[in-house]
C-alpha cells in the first residue's frame, strides 16, 4: 500500500516537473498535411543567403486586456513563427518584441513605422504589425490579418527578400480593363497593389508604340482595341528573348464596354505565327468543375464558370504544384496546332466532362449551355506555357508608321510565355471577399486566383524561391466523391433531356407532315392521327420526367448513404478501434506485470 502511494507522488512530481520543463521548453511538432507551421526549403535557402543581418519588430498589444481570444492566439502563434525564423538564420535574423500601450514610446514609434491599429469596442487601439530593418532599408506589414495566415510565411520571407535585393524587376502592364482604378475614381485592383510590393510597375497605355527596354516582364491583360503598332511591339519584345504573361478572353465579364458577344480579345495574328490555336468565338463549359451561381433570385450550376480543382493544375511545375483552387468564369481553350514549333507545357485542364459552347449560347443562359453541352472525353488546356525561341508575326517587317530599324525576324535569345484563356480571374470580384471589422476592411481570399499571377511573375522573372511559400495550406477541401457522383448524375440527366427535346422534334415534325395531307378546310382540326400522335409523345414525356425524378432520387440516396457511412467512421469506428487498442494494450501490460511478479 505504502509503495503504491509512493509511486502515486512520484508520477504526479514527474507529471508536474514534465509540464514546467514543457512550459520554458519551444518545442513544436507540425502535424498539419502542409506543414504549414513548419519553414519551407525557399525561405530556409533565403535565409541562408542573408547579407546583411536583419531585424524583426514585432508589435502587439499583449497588455490590452480587451484583445480577444482570436487575436491572443493568432499572436501567438505569429510569435512562435518568428521564433523559428530567428533560430533557422543562426544569427541573421533578430527578433525585437515590443507592447505598444498607450501613450509609451513604442506606441510612437508603432505609428512612425506606419503600423495600423485596430481600435476595440472601448476605443482601444490595439496593434499586431511587423518592421523589418536592415542597414538603412526598412519594410513593413502594417497589420497582420489573422484570415490570411496562410500567407504569413510568403509575407514575411518576402519583406527578408526585398531587404537584401532592393533593387526592383520592372513589370509593364498593357490592359484593355480599368484595373489601375480608371478616370472615374475605380478602386485599383488587387493584384496591383501586390505587384506593386515586389516590383516597380508601370502601365503601357494601348496607343503607346513601344515598349520601355528596361522592362523585365510583360503583363498584357485583355488586349481588346490595340494598335497595329502595340502590337507590333509586344511581338518584338517576345521575339528579342524577353518573357511575357498574356490573358486574353472569348467572353469578358468584367468588360463593361463592350455589348454581347463582343466581350473578348486576344493576339489572333501573334498566336497564328507561333502556332497557337484559340477561338474567341468559344468557351469551356466543364460539368464536373461547374460553379453554383445565384441567377434571378435562384442558385443554379454553371458549367461555363469553372472552379478548377487540384487535378486541374500540372503538378510538375513549381509554378501550379502549390495551387489546388481557381475560379475561371468563361475561359477560353489554349491549344497547339500541328505547325506549332515551341515547348508547349499545359498548366491548367479542365475535366474530360467538358465541351466548346458557342458564346452565343452563354448569352441564353445556364439552363441553355447545358444542354447543348456533349462531353468529348477530352481535356482542354485553360492556360499553357510556351518556350523557345519565337518568330515573328511580322516578317515583312513593322507595319506603316511604325520606324524600327532594328526589326527582328526570328529570335535567338529563347523565351516564356504564359497564356491563360481568361482575364476575368484578375478581378477582385472572383477571389477576394471583403468584410468590415471593427473599422478594418479584411481581405479575404477564396482561391488561388491571386496566387496564380504572382506564381507566374516570379517564375517569368527568375524568382522562384517565393514560389514554394504561397499556398502552403489548402483553401478549400471539397467532397470529391459527392462531387463525382454530381458529375455522373448530371451526364444522365442532360442525356434524357436531350432525349426529350429529340422527341418534341421528331413530333413537330410528324405533326407538319400530317398537316400537309390535310385538306385545306380541315386545317384547323386535329386529325386520329395527329391525336395519336401527341397522346404517344405525352406518354413518354411523362416516362423521361419519371426517369429524371429517378436519377436526381438516386443521386441524394448515394450522397445521403455516403454520409451515413462517414458518420458511421468518425462516430463508431474510430472509437471502437482505438478502444481496442487500448483494452489490448491493457491486457499486455497486465500479463506482463503478472509474468514479472
Not at 37 to 56: D, E, F, M, Q
Not at 136 to 146: H, T
Request: glycine share 6%.
Amino acid at each position: 500500500m505504502i509503495y503504491s502511494v509512493l509511486g502515486l507522488l512520484l508520477l504526479f512530481f514527474i507529471i508536474v516537473f514534465i509540464n514546467v520543463i514543457m512550459s520554458y521548453a519551444n518545442l513544436r511538432w507540425d502535424l498539419t498535411e502542409d506543414r504549414i507551421y513548419s519553414l519551407s526549403k525557399g525561405t530556409r535557402h533565403i535565409i541562408s543567403a542573408i547579407k546583411a543581418p536583419v531585424t524583426i519588430k514585432f508589435f502587439y498589444s499583449r497588455s490590452n486586456p480587451h484583445v480577444s481570444t482570436y487575436i491572443k492566439l493568432f499572436a501567438k502563434r505569429v510569435q512562435e513563427f518568428l521564433e523559428e525564423y530567428e533560430y533557422a538564420s543562426k544569427g541573421k535574423i533578430r527578433l525585437e518584441i515590443y507592447d505598444p500601450r498607450p501613450d509609451s514610446d513604442e506606441e510612437e514609434w508603432a505609428e512612425k513605422y506606419g503600423l495600423k491599429a485596430m481600435e476595440t469596442g472601448e476605443g482601444d487601439k490595439v496593434y499586431c504589425g511587423l518592421v523589418f530593418a536592415a542597414l538603412d532599408r526598412i519594410d513593413k506589414i502594417a497589420f497582420l490579418d489573422p484570415s490570411e495566415e496562410e500567407l504569413l510565411e510568403y509575407k514575411i520571407t518576402r519583406a527578408i527578400y526585398n531587404l537584401q535585393h532592393p533593387e526592383k524587376r520592372v513589370i509593364g502592364i498593357i490592359s484593355g480593363l480599368p484595373v489601375f482604378g480608371g478616370k472615374n475614381g475605380g478602386r485599383e485592383w488587387l493584384f496591383i497593389k501586390e505587384l506593386k510590393r515586389t516590383y516597380k510597375v508601370k502601365e503601357i497605355k494601348k496607343d503607346a508604340k513601344k515598349i520601355d527596354n528596361d522592362v523585365d516582364l510583360l503583363l498584357v491583360i485583355y488586349p481588346r482595341d490595340i494598335g497595329a503598332a502595340l502590337e507590333y511591339a509586344i511581338d518584338q519584345f517576345i521575339v528579342s528573348g524577353k518573357n511575357a504573361l498574356i490573358f486574353v478572353d472569348p467572353y469578358c465579364l468584367s468588360d463593361t464596354k463592350g455589348t454581347g458577344m463582343l466581350k473578348k480579345a486576344s493576339l489572333q495574328r501573334l498566336f497564328s505565327a507561333w502556332g497557337i490555336g484559340f477561338d474567341p468565338g468559344k468557351v469551356i463549359a466543364d460539368l464536373q468543375q461547374s460553379t453554383y451561381i445565384r441567377s434571378h433570385n435562384m442558385v443554379k450550376e454553371s458549367p461555363v464558370i469553372i472552379t478548377a480543382r487540384e487535378k486541374a493544375f500540372n503538378k510538375s511545375l513549381v509554378l501550379t504544384s502549390g495551387l489546388d483552387n481557381m475560379l475561371l468564369p468563361a475561359t477560353g481553350a489554349i491549344e497547339k496546332k500541328s505547325s506549332c514549333k515551341l515547348g508547349f507545357e499545359p498548366l491548367l485542364r479542365s475535366s474530360k466532362d467538358a465541351d466548346l459552347v458557342s458564346i452565343f449560347f452563354v448569352t441564353m443562359g445556364t439552363d441553355y449551355v447545358r444542354k447543348k453541352v456533349t462531353p468529348k472525353g477530352k481535356e482542354y488546356p485553360m492556360a499553357v506555357m510556351l518556350n523557345g525561341s519565337f518568330k515573328s508575326a511580322f516578317p515583312e517587317g513593322p507595319p506603316k508608321g511604325v520606324d524600327n530599324k532594328a526589326h527582328i525576324k526570328e529570335g535567338k535569345i529563347k523565351s516564356s510565355v504564359i497564356l491563360v484563356g481568361d482575364s476575368d480571374l484578375l478581378s477582385d470580384d472572383f477571389y477576394v471577399q471583403r468584410t468590415s471589422f471593427l473599422g478594418f476592411v479584411i481581405k479575404r481570399i477564396f482561391n488561388d486566383n491571386l496566387n496564380f499571377l504572382l506564381n507566374a511573375c516570379e517564375f517569368l522573372t527568375g524568382n522562384q524561391d517565393l514560389i514554394s511559400l504561397r499556398t502552403r495550406g489548402k483553401f478549400d477541401r471539397p467532397f470529391t466523391t459527392v462531387l463525382k457522383l454530381k458529375a455522373k448524375a448530371q451526364r444522365k440527366w442532360l442525356e434524357k433531356e436531350k432525349e426529350l427535346e429529340q422527341q418534341v422534334e421528331t413530333l413537330n415534325k410528324r405533326l407538319q407532315e400530317l398537316q400537309k395531307r390535310k385538306k385545306k378546310s380541315e386545317r384547323f382540326v386535329l386529325s386520329p392521327e395527329q391525336e395519336k400522335e401527341i397522346e404517344r409523345f405525352r406518354q413518354q414525356k411523362v416516362r423521361i420526367q419519371h426517369e429524371l425524378k429517378e436519377v436526381r432520387k438516386r443521386l441524394r440516396a448515394d450522397i445521403e448513404r455516403l454520409g451515413l457511412v462517414l458518420k458511421f467512421i468518425n462516430m463508431f469506428l474510430m472509437p471502437f478501434i482505438i478502444s481496442l487498442f487500448g483494452i489490448g494494450l491493457a491486457i499486455y501490460r497486465q500479463r506482463k506485470a503478472y509474468q514479472g511478479k
